[in-house]
């Protein structure tokens, strides 16, 4: 009966003032980027004994670990992040029993920051030493314990937490180490619950503007129809209309729940956001969703789905009222499909929670019109008439779905550094997108589905100026603006620094020139590269000497490929005016990719100085330069030093505040004028 309805039914043109309205929320909408950020002590350890009689005990160590975060674990192959190890002073009064092993079961996924298999841990784990008591009296066993730990885009320094066990053979005590983990349970953090009631606010938005859509708002007087016939009864109608609200929110919510309890949590949105199987995925997905809305064809659910939903609803009764709500969400999957996929796939990335408060969210506003006017009939008197409006914003958002899958394919090729989809080539698609986007507000542009425009009206000329002055502020981009605001969503900046030899320059010793390629050209330079113009090396001891022939103090910047935070910081904070005029004429920068996949020669390979394993990548001898000299393997991690090496202050790492950078700038260059000048 419904689907019947939804295909045939003409409604016709209204009053267009409020869609555009609508339109230009979508668009606000989705380049919202919320990003909640900070430097936490992720880690919280406990130690219990656990004393079964006098001979023998069990040494209990448990980690609370913070949501998003992970703690390596005691096997982790060479190479790779610093693993969790217990250091036990000896004693004449215990000996061990074997090695501490973990209680837990660890999370075995691929990690291509380190390019390799890891083990880690989330949420909590449980290691357990056994000891055997030698003698009756009394004593302490000390130590202390290693780890490290890490989130989706930064590692903690390694750090040492020191312990102490009292054995006392007179006082027998038990642990029951399920109960201390049931007392270890902590309800979520204030920062938690905001991000979740943020996201659910946005979910929800969404959810409001999926009904403004030509696969939904249609079908909302043929269903205020559908319960309007059969009853006279009032009080049975409401009734009927609250089952039917609350079986699309159920539906909806249901989605949400089964990606809750399937999702691995980090390692889902390691995999999401790293890999290039879903990220190929992910792009293909919202390239066909753009080609429906464009008209190229109709996504729907198999028709034997939307059918036997229907022949139930048409059988009435409250059981009726839920399959009208099932066909409901199987008819408009066309249109909500996008709203559904972005929402999950923005969910993964955080709490276990975020799937199924972002599909409550979402249903929750996509069922409470269709409620309402299920249970006020009256108020359908007043609903704007359907037309080719509605087609509009289809194919709105079908630009819009275009521009925002092609980020897709730029999480690729950042990660694998294909150097494929330059920031140039990116920006120009976009721009072609939102002047197309443009040209079809303005009426130039029609498809197959559309209307007549004979005139554009104000609400819509609006619309027009905003699409073109966003395409006129994408363009200086491909030149070298950095574009902050939208700077997470489109790739890095990238300055070709294979040109610039390192050779003195006699008439000005403080620059790097330009005399064709020869043997002295930067090392790496055809691999990394700064932004903004900035010229820098990614060697070491090129820099330095570099450095000492300039008389500049030294900047070390610790950075990855995939580092979120390091990209923010130089969108954001190198970008300003005050911290680029010192970066470019105070300091020599020293840039290491410690994510870097490339292969040394075996010539260049090192030994580690703090783990004794050999490092064969240049990523692993930056690693290994970072945590040896600085103790510390976070990206980003600013040094400040002077050109024999030594610190000129502390060292600073992810932060937004540029008036703190221009100041940790500043206090370097004071301590080098002080030494050096």
């Not at 299920?374 to 359908?380: M, R």
């Not at 997108?433 to 498809?447: A, N, P, T, V």
């Amino acid at each position: 009966m419904l689907t019947n309805l939804f295909f045939f039914n003409k409604l016709h043109f209204f009053n267009t003032k409020k869609i555009y309205i609508i339109i230009f929320s979508i668009l606000i909408f989705i380049n919202v980027n919320t990003v909640f950020s900070q430097i936490l002590e992720p880690i919280k350890w406990e130690f219990e004994l656990n004393q079964n009689d006098k001979k023998n005990a069990e040494l209990i160590f448990k980690a609370i670990i913070e949501k998003k975060w992970h703690l390596y674990s005691q096997d982790i192959p060479e190479g790779g992040p610093i693993a969790t190890s217990f250091n036990i002073e000896k004693s004449d009064h215990f000996e061990l029993i074997g090695k501490s092993n973990a209680f837990s079961e660890p999370i075995e996924i691929f990690d291509e920051t380190f390019n390799m298999t890891l083990k880690y841990f989330s949420d909590e784990a449980i290691f357990k030493q056994k000891i055997k008591i030698l003698n009756s009296e009394p004593f302490v066993i000390n130590g202390f314990l290693e780890f490290m730990c890490c989130d989706d885009e930064k590692c903690l320094p390694p750090k040492e937490v020191e312990f102490s066990f009292e054995i006392n053979t007179e006082q027998i005590n038990s642990i029951n180490i399920n109960e201390t983990t049931d007392k270890i349970t902590e309800t979520e953090t204030e920062t938690e619950n905001k991000s979740l009631w943020i996201f659910f606010f946005i979910s929800f938005s969404a959810g409001i503007m999926a009904i403004f859509t030509p696969c939904v708002y249609p079908m909302i007087p043929m269903t205020v129809s559908f319960f309007m016939q059969g009853t006279k009864n009032r009080a049975k109608g409401i009734i009927r209309g609250l089952i039917f609200g609350i079986s699309i929110m159920f539906i909806y919510t249901s989605i949400g729940i089964i990606v809750s309890l399937t999702s691995a949590g980090v390692d889902f949105t390691r995999t999401l956001s790293t890999h290039w199987i879903p990220n190929i995925i992910f792009f293909i997905l919202f390239t066909i969703f753009a080609a429906s809305f464009f008209g190229m064809f109709e996504i729907v659910l198999p028709s034997n789905l939307a059918n036997k939903a229907d022949k139930q609803a048409d059988k009435g009764g409250y059981l009726g009222a839920f399959f009208m709500g099932l066909t409901t969400v199987i008819v408009s999957f066309s249109c909500t499909g996008p709203f559904i996929g972005a929402i999950l796939v923005e969910a993964a990335s955080g709490l276990a929670l975020k799937p199924t408060i972002g599909m409550l969210g979402f249903g929750l506003a996509f069922a409470m019109p269709f409620t309402l006017f299920a249970i006020f009939p009256s108020w359908l008197s007043g609903l704007p008439k359907s037309g080719g409006w509605l087609n509009s914003i289809k194919v709105v958002l079908g630009f819009i779905v275009l521009a925002f899958g092609l980020k897709f394919l730029a999480n690729i090729d950042q990660t694998y550094q294909l150097n494929i989809l330059s920031r140039e080539i990116f920006l120009t698609i976009w721009i072609v997108i939102f002047s197309l986007l443009g040209l079809y507000l303005l009426g130039k542009i029609k498809f197959s589905h559309d209307s007549d425009l004979p005139y554009i009206s104000v609400p819509r000329l609006l619309l027009v100026i905003i699409t073109f002055t966003f395409v006129v502020y994408l363009i200086p981009g491909l030149f070298g603006t950095p574009l902050t605001s939208i700077s997470p969503l489109i790739p890095p900046q990238k300055t070709n620094n294979s040109y610039f030899i390192f050779q003195e320059n006699k008439e000005n010793p403080n620059v790097l020139t330009n005399f064709n390629f020869d043997n002295k050209k930067i090392k790496y330079a055809d691999k990394f590269s700064l932004p903004f113009g900035l010229k820098g090396f990614f060697d070491y001891e090129q820099g330095i000497e570099y450095a000492k022939k300039v008389n500049k103090p030294v900047m070390l910047d610790f950075k990855g490929h995939t580092c979120g935070n390091c990209k923010k910081m130089e969108a954001k904070v190198w970008s300003d005016p005050k911290v680029l005029k010192r970066l470019k004429d105070e300091f020599v920068i020293i840039a290491f990719y410690v994510d870097n996949k490339t292969k040394l020669p075996e010539s260049e390979w090192i030994t580690s100085s703090y783990d004794g394993k050999v490092k064969k990548t240049l990523g692993k001898k930056y690693t290994d330069f970072q945590i040896s000299k600085f103790n510390a393997n976070t990206q980003p991690y600013y040094v400040l030093i002077d050109h024999n090496g030594e610190l000129l202050t502390n060292s600073k790492a992810y932060d937004l505040n540029i008036n703190s950078f221009v100041e940790f700038l500043d206090k370097g260059i004071e301590e080098f004028n002080k030494q050096h000048k």
